[in-house]
């Protein structure tokens, strides 16, 4: 394996490529670690720094200042262990805390063959306990990197160390300098070796048998960054951005109409009752274990079928509020029955029937709702009277000092309406006269009089604000429901709502009907218009993300049974065709017979050509005309002497021999010299010490005494 | 040599590494924490680890597979005098080479090892180890081991061939002992009935037409009126016959008697001598030449004693050299 010639006198010597190597193992080894987001921001900058800071400085420093490491490690054992007893970190956080420190001393500590196998073990451990802390799809890529660096540092570790165990201090120094054994075609050879040991992996991982014990899991905690909080400020300054972090991934069943790419769905979170004067709060009152949701009441009118709509909904937006479609929910079944503790998930409900679950300790959510879509026209909903019960007087409520104005407007639009025409009225009055503007309005007195008056624009929770105010002052029960709308499509075929979709309208109580929704905002501006660069990429990463949770991180034992099921159902696909049932072609088993007798005559030829070259003669196939004129003169001489009635026994040598029969002497001379010396053996010398023998053994007797 | 079966060409050894032992108790523990979590990542890593643990044995194999090996004795060795053995290493795969070889005598009475980095497809290569007998006689070779740890030294994977040999270490050397009169008796010429090269008018004869005008005898010549040429006489050489009683030498006075005998053997033939051996039960008839002292040497490296063979018979006609 020569290098290139361009590659002389450039390229990395062996040492180098080593070294290179491991460090690299454990950038992506600490990579794998730090994507979790919990090491904190000291380690997260300590660990690049120091692997820096040992390469141009760690030669120098090795074997110097030893208590001080020492002291530093034992600091931080002591410390770390410390907030683990008092359970104020969790224990395999510390744990692999602990790992990236010591991976720190080790960086600082590389000479021996026992320093670069403990840098690697320890490499190994931080990746392990990446996989603990984290199931990111950049731990995937940081996984793959490993895999191809790792086997790079394993490889040239044991190469260089075992050049130098075979050759010596001054012997090694030569080869561990030169840059013709770590070429591009090694490297490349030992990524190709990465790959298969990734292959490997991947069948590994897909048959492994999942048999969950579950003594040991460690709850994953997302990093909560928005959520479904339970009140809405009307009063804040600055503009509302349009964040393309997805929040929920949806698949519906049945399925929407193919080529649909926006669901425009609503997406019901929290209702908030309570008008704070500058926006809306929950009602108080905690929610309380439910086995389904509240019973519906009885409509009239045709109801659609149940749809059904499983949920993916990420970590650190949800927040224990449990998302559910249009529509009234009928039921809800979570996925994954328990939390990472153990503990068992439970659906909750409160008074203004928002749904919430518990505990709220594991990542993400998977359930499945059912829901019944019942669009209820506004004829439907006329002539059910106005007598409300008083679970809903808090649904009534109107500030005392509302705006005249407010007031006015709310009389012109409902007086002598039938509660769901002037529900109507109000929303499209709303929509078709105001503006939507994601602008906020900062602090004002009366945001709602303000909206309604005189800036005539705002964004969705001004909007609902306004028509709750305006029902409330006209005696319609009203509320400030907040969610999301939207749903777009994905390549992975489900349906993303993003944290732009965030959304806010209104359900009004009409008697018989329960609470109604009804959206004021107009309708092409509800949800956010996500169409640049970056939300597509966002869009794009969240489908991979999907993919990594589905296939790998979400691999179960019932994945597992499916898989099998599919090859077990393709293999007997296989065969059904193959046995001519179900109108498979003939031409098909032909050519599998011809494949099978292929792949036979190629094993055939591999066996013939093995046995021939393990035959005697071709093993000898390098040796010398000397040594082989050697070897047929001792044969011959053994056959003379057989002839001679001299036996030679088969585990007799030549010079033991020789003792015996003191007339082979000389010709054994010869042969040991030409068969395992240098010896030349010319064919007339062979005949002639061949002919001395005849001669020798017609004289006399030669057997020694 | 026994003979015994040979060692079949499929047949490998395996054994752990130290680290190969950490590795695989690593993955063990790995596993347990994978099967106990549940944690699907962790069955990536436990599946990482397991899938270079098949890798490197596959690769191992690959690296030993079609790999012959032989040995190149030197022509000789002497006692208590390094001597170089070569090991040659043949990589008859076509393309794929091989790895981080190491070669190892094994069984018989030399140990020794050498290393090859990469043996590229199709070709050969060689390593030497020297080694220092200790003692003369034969010394056996019997099987040569070649093993591998690459591509990550976790295993060591290694397979034997048979490779059977001898090679005769010849005593030690030391300084001949000083010659005794004694000794020296019979010394000298002697006539040796036959025509040759020498001084001593061996027969006279008719001058033959086209030779040498110096074998002309001029005085035969002259009384005989016609050209006489004179055969001279060959001119013997001196014989020296070695002579070891190991009927009653053992042990170090065996070996002290031999490494003197080897002494006196190659002084005598260093100065032109013919030299023999006469030992209890065998005997080497003088002669000489570089074969001859190998012949020679060889004797003394293999003479045991034997209390119960004939006593010496030395060469009537040599001079005597006893060793005692």
């Known amino acids: ?705 | 040599m026994s003979a015994r079966p040979p060692t079949p060409a499929w047949k490998r050894r395996l054994t752990f590494t130290r680290l190969g032992r950490w590795y695989t108790g690593l993955t063990f523990c790995i596993g347990l924490a994978a099967i106990n979590t549940g944690n699907n990542l962790l069955f990536l890593v436990l599946g990482l680890l397991l899938a270079s643990i098949v890798v490197s044995g596959i690769l191992s194999e690959q690296s030993l597979r079609m790999v012959r090996v032989e040995r190149r004795l030197p022509s000789g060795a002497t006692a208590g005098q390094p001597a170089l053995v070569g090991l040659m290493a043949r990589n008859e795969k076509p393309h794929a080479p091989s790895f981080s070889l190491e070669l190892r005598e094994k069984g018989g009475d030399v140990a020794g090892r050498g290393f090859l980095v990469l043996l590229p497809a199709g070709r050969a290569a060689e390593v030497a180890y020297q080694f220092v007998p200790s003692r003369r006689g034969v010394h056996r070779f019997d099987q040569l081991e070649v093993a591998t740890r690459a591509p990550f030294g976790l295993f060591e994977k290694s397979r034997r061939h048979d490779a059977l040999a001898e090679l005769i270490v010849f005593p030690r050397r030391v300084e001949p002992p000083p010659l005794q009169s004694r000794q020296l008796a019979r010394e000298g010429e002697r006539p040796e009935d036959r025509a040759g090269q020498g001084q001593e008018v061996h027969s006279l004869r008719d001058h033959r037409h086209g030779e040498d005008a110096r074998t002309i005898h001029w005085k035969s010549s002259a009384r005989h009126g016609r050209l006489i040429g004179v055969d001279r006489e060959q001119e013997r050489r001196r014989r020296v016959c070695v002579v070891i009683d190991n009927r009653v030498l053992h042990g170090p006075a065996l070996e002290a008697a031999v490494e003197k005998a080897a002494a006196l053997v190659e002084r005598a033939m260093d100065s032109g001598a013919e030299v023999g051996i006469a030992a209890c039960g065998e005997r080497l008839s003088p002669a000489s030449g570089e074969a001859h002292l190998h012949a020679a040497l060889t004797m003394l490296a293999l003479l045991q004693p034997a209390p119960r063979a004939p006593a010496p018979e030395p060469d009537p006609q040599a001079s005597l050299l006893e060793v005692a």
Request: net charge positive; with cysteine; glycine share 10%.
């Open chain 1, 1 to 705: 394996m020569s290098a290139p010639r361009f590659f002389a006198g450039r390229g990395i010597t062996l040492l180098q490529a080593q070294r290179w190597a491991g460090s690299l193992t454990a950038l992506f080894a600490y990579l794998a670690c730090a994507v979790s987001g919990e090491l904190g921001p000291a380690l997260v900058a300590l660990f690049p720094v120091a692997l820096l800071g040992a390469h141009f400085f760690g030669e120098r420093a090795y074997g110097k200042m030893e208590w001080a490491w020492t002291l530093f490690l034992a600091g931080a054992l002591v410390v770390l262990g410390a907030e683990v007893a008092a359970t104020r970190l969790d224990v395999v956080l510390g744990v692999a805390r602990f790992t990236l420190l010591l991976c720190v001393h080790r960086v600082w500590h590389r000479r021996t063959q026992r320093d670069e196998l403990l840098f690697l073990l320890l490499c190994l451990l931080l990746l392990c306990a990446g996989a603990a802390l984290s199931a990111e799809l950049l731990f995937g890529f940081s996984f793959l990197a490993f895999a191809v660096a790792g086997t790079w540092a394993l490889a040239l570790t044991h190469l260089r160390f075992e050049i130098e165990a075979g050759r010596g201090p001054q012997g090694s120094a030569a080869l561990l300098q030169s840059r013709r054994i770590a070429t591009p075609s090694l490297l490349g050879a030992l990524a190709a070796l990465a790959m298969m040991g990734l292959m490997g992996s991947a069948v590994i991982f897909l048959t492994f048998p999942r048999v969950n014990i579950g003594l040991l899991r460690r709850p994953s905690r997302g990093t909560p960054t928005a959520g479904l909080g339970d009140r809405v400020d009307l009063s804040r300054h600055g503009t509302i951005a349009d964040d393309p972090r997805v929040v929920l991934r949806v698949r519906l069943e049945p399925p929407p109409h193919p080529g649909l790419s926006n669901l425009g769905t609503h997406w019901r979170a929290r209702a908030l009752e309570v008008w704070t004067g500058q926006g809306w709060a929950a009602a108080g009152g905690a929610p309380l274990p439910v086995t389904r949701p509240p019973p519906r009441p009885k409509l009239g009118g045709r109801g659609g079928p149940p749809q059904s709509a499983t949920i993916d909904a990420v970590a650190g937006f949800l927040e224990g509020v449990l998302v559910t479609p249009e529509g009234w929910p009928l039921r809800v079944e979570f996925h994954r029955q328990l939390s990472a503790r153990g503990a068992p998930q439970r659906l909750l409900a409160n008074a203004a029937g928002d749904l919430f679950y518990s505990p709220v300790e594991i990542g993400d959510l998977s359930y499945q709702v059912w829901s019944e879509r019942n669009d209820l026209g506004v004829s439907l909903l006329r002539g059910r009277g106005q007598e409300y019960p008083a679970s809903v007087d808090i649904d009534l409520e109107v500030p005392a000092d509302l705006d005249p104005r407010v007031r006015e407007l709310s009389r012109r639009l409902t007086a002598g309406k039938d509660p769901a025409d002037a529900a109507d009225a109000i929303e499209s009055y709303l929509s078709s006269n105001l503006k939507y503007t994601r602008d906020l309005p900062g602090e004002q007195a009366d945001p709602i009089a303000h909206f309604l008056f005189e800036r005539r624009m705002g964004h969705c929770e001004l909007f609902s604000s306004a028509m709750v105010i305006l029902l409330r002052a006209a005696g319609i029960p009203a509320r400030n429901v907040t969610g999301y709308y939207g749903g777009v499509h994905t390549d992975a075929g489900y349906y993303a709502v993003r944290a732009g979709d965030a959304h806010s309208w209104v359900e009004v109580f009409i008697p018989g009907a329960g609470f109604v929704p009804f959206d004021p905002t107009p309708a092409g501006e509800r949800g956010s218009q996500q169409e640049s660069l970056w939300a597509r990429t966002v869009l794009f990463w969240d489908t991979i993300q999907e993919r990594w949770r589905a296939f790998v991180v979400d691999y179960d034992l019932v994945a597992q049974a499916q898989l099998v099921k599919q090859v077990g159902a393709m293999l007997s696909e296989a065969g059904r065709r193959l046995s001519g049932k179900g109108g498979s072609a003939p031409q098909l088993r032909i050519a599998l017979r011809a494949l099978g007798l292929l792949l036979l005559a190629a094993l055939l030829v591999l066996v013939i050509r093995r046995a021939a070259l393990s035959r005697p003669g071709v093993r000898r196939a390098f040796l010398r005309p000397d040594q082989k004129r050697a070897i047929q003169l001792w044969r011959e001489a053994r056959a003379r002497l057989h002839q001679a009635g001299l036996e030679i026994h088969p585990g007799t040598t030549p010079t033991e021999a020789a003792r015996n029969v003191p007339a082979t002497g000389q010709l054994v001379s010869a042969y040991l010299a030409a068969r395992w010396g240098s010896a030349r053996l010319p064919p007339e010398k062979a005949r002639y010490l061949l002919s001395t023998l005849n001669r020798a053994l017609e004289a006399k007797p030669q057997t020694r005494a």
